[in-house]
């Protein structure tokens, strides 16, 4: 029983690593503590409880926002955390069939276990899911998040486990080396990234972000997108002519009744204010494409007003923007909300008008890097995050999203225009520096200035989740050391 209570507290002092918190610090801590209970379980059944007490107060309590979407909160938290406590309960029960009486190969077990869950999480189930990483921990130091330039936040991952676990191992086996291997590291990719940080180094772009906001945040009231986007127009218009290059409305500022691409009057207005300001302009927004489809895009002006393209959202939120195997959960009512199925795009789209190549990803997306990795590898020098969080305008989802967009630029070495209609925007430069921030369900315009990348692409860039994908093969390594040894013992 005390093994699955160090667990629960583990996975409560774990949520202190991110925002609205933001200490970083105490990630290696909290998993060793975790390490710690599944290393005191006694039974297999024990450490199944550890795994699930850990993955219940970690994920439980890290985005209760979630809670907004619906009344009662539990039906769109209980299935995302459950979901999610099944890859630590896993991970929980794997580990307990390792002993610290070989340490190395407990250290590797577990330092391996814990990439190989978070990179799987990643991808699993419905194209998996983002948030608390551990190695969105270190995004609140310049030291720390500057070194993902070489390995990513799955990098840093590997590395916050590898350390908690060779503090483990340190203090209850006496064994020093593993815990000087990650020190080590962690000092040589500090040093090099402070030495030659992976900041943009181009030609200046003056960007303003267009945040419209809604009349009336989480409700969704009769003509709330034409009014935002008249709040949009309205905003655009206090512009002064060559003031600024690129300028970014965000997700769903468009729309059905107000939709550029299928309203020629809406195009024309939009162009005409592109093209007196002489600025290219990204627009996110929703166009219904028959009654059960529909696709979430960012249309592209060029600074003559004209439409030259757009990018179509890749990762569509599962429940949220499209309904797996919907026949299947016909039975929730709830999911009445969501009548239509996105069709999700296919490939990055980079976008050259003028200042520069850029790209740009859509809310959920950011939260994984594959999609601006592949973004800024297809040849986009700025990257562009356009979301909306109108489901839960009130709440710490978007100080949450900002961590971990600029981990993207911190990877990828390049500035970052992040744009919101009701979360915040803000402008992410130097590796991962947020500048100023508008706040929260407000109509504003931010203007500043970032810079395109020259510099080439990042390690990361080039050969994405590598550190994380050698530690699970070390993973494999030890499991069958151990399987060696049991079957010629």
Sequence with gaps: MRSIVLGIVSGLVLVLAYPPWGWGFVAPAAIAGFLWAVADARRPSESWFVG?????????????????????????????????????????RFMHRFSLERPWLWWMAATGGWAAMELVRLRFPFGGFGWGLAGYSMSEYTLTRNAAQFFGTTGWS?????????????????????????????????VAAAVA???????????????????????????????????????????????????????????????????PEIAAEMGAEAERLGAVLLAGGDRPLSDTEWTNANVVFDASGSIVGEYPKRHPVPFGE????????????????????????????????????????????????????????????????????ASYPFSNASDQLIAMTRMRSAELGVDVVHSARTGKSTLITDSGVVGETTDLVAAELLTGTVEMRRSGRTLYARFGDWLALLAALGLGGAA?????????G
Excluded: K
């Design 52 to 92: 699930w007490g850990f993955g219940f107060a970690f994920f439980g309590f890290l985005f209760p926002w979630l809670g907004e979407l619906v009344d009662p909160a539990i039906i769109a938290l209980g299935p995302l955390v459950v979901s999610q406590a099944v890859f630590t309960s896993i991970y929980a």
């Design 158 to 190: 590997v590395l916050v486990a590898g350390l908690a676990a060779a503090a483990v191992v340190w203090v209850r086996a006496s064994e020093r080396r593993p815990l000087a291997v990650v020190v080590g590291s962690v000092a040589v990719a500090v």
């Design 197 to 263: 940080p992976a900041v943009s180094d181009g030609e200046p772009v003056h960007v303003a972000i267009v945040q419209g906001s809604t009349p009336c945040p989480q409700q969704r009231c009769a003509g709330e997108r034409a009014a935002g986007y008249e709040t949009s127009i309205e905003l655009m218009t206090t512009l002064q002519p060559g003031s600024v290059d690129l300028v970014v409305w965000p997700e769903g500022s468009t729309g059905f009744s107000v939709d550029p691409v299928l309203d």
């Design 322 to 389: 499209y309904i797996p195997f919907r026949p299947l959960f016909a039975w929730i009512p709830d999911l009445s909300r969501v009548p239509r199925d996105m069709i999700r795009g296919s490939e990055p789209v980079v976008f050259d008008e003028g200042f520069g190549p850029f790209g740009s990803v859509i809310s959920f997306e950011s939260a994984f890097s594959r999609y601006a990795r592949d973004t800024v590898n297809e040849g986009a020098d700025l990257l562009i995050i356009a979301t909306s969080q």
């Design 480 to 488: 069958l050391f151990r399987s060696a040894s049991h079957s010629t």
